[in-house]
């Protein structure tokens, strides 16, 4: 099975920018699909961003589109959120998440495999 290790999160001012690490062991992540979710406090888990199999077709929220990129290092097995440009708004616990699928999705409950989550807070 597939284990994901998130890192890389922390407390940036507005405007700023950090990139997100999702170290993936078990297996290559290119086998699956990839996707970052977000959680902030009160609120339900939501989609950010994705790729399919083989870190191809790269697609975002709409909140995010222009300022995130999501991608995939197979040197490191690893997957990537660069994150600029941040919003208090983007303050939440993020999750990188896996299926054993081609296609990726934006709903949390089609994947299977989670990590525990990184921190991002943004003052403003």
């Known amino acids: 099975q597939v284990q994901l290790v998130e890192s890389g999160g922390g407390l940036v001012q507005a405007g700023g920018s950090l990139r997100l690490s999702c170290a993936v062991s078990?297996?290559?992540?290119?086998?699956?699909?990839m996707a970052w979710f977000r959680q902030a406090p009160g609120k339900e888990r939501g989609f950010v961003a994705a790729?399919?199999?083989?870190?191809?077709?790269?697609y975002y929220a709409d909140s995010v589109r222009g300022r995130f990129a999501i991608s995939g290092d197979n040197t490191k097995n690893t997957v990537y959120l660069q994150m600029n440009n941040l919003k208090p708004e983007d303050t939440a616990v993020y999750y990188c998440a896996a299926r054993d699928m081609r296609y990726s999705n934006s709903d949390p409950n089609q994947y299977a495999y989670w990590g525990q989550g990184t921190q991002v807070t943004v003052s403003s």
């Open positions: 078990g297996r290559t992540f290119s086998s699956y699909a």
């Open positions: 790729i399919s199999r083989s870190a191809s077709n790269p």
